[in-house]
């Protein structure tokens, strides 16, 4: 299993909204991260109509990347 902390079960941090010219905008916690055209819009369209909220935030996690590495700051002063 991917999640092995059940962070995309429990939590769902990422969303999306579908934007106008076959887009997609890709957040983490409420913050945009990527946007997506092309062949992954169509993936993601695919992956909404298949219903599942699990497999939904697995896709989103995968097609954003590798952007969290776990060193960042939280800036917090």
Same mark, same amino acid.
């Given at each position: 299993m991917e999640d092995r902390r059940n962070i995309l079960f429990d939590e769902k941090p990422? !969303?999306?909204k579908? #934007?106008?010219? +076959?887009? !997609?905008q890709i957040s983490y916690k409420q913050k945009v991260v990527t946007i997506i055209t092309g062949?992954?819009?169509?993936? #993601?369209v695919r992956v909404? !109509?298949?219903?599942n909220p699990y497999e939904l935030q697995l896709f989103l996690a995968k097609?954003?990347?590798n952007f +969290?590495?776990?060193?960042?700051?939280?800036n917090q002063e």
């Open positions: 990422f !969303a999306y579908l #934007l106008k010219d +076959k887009k !997609a062949k992954e819009y169509n993936k #993601l909404i !109509a298949m219903d097609i954003t990347g +969290k590495h776990g060193n960042e700051k939280d």
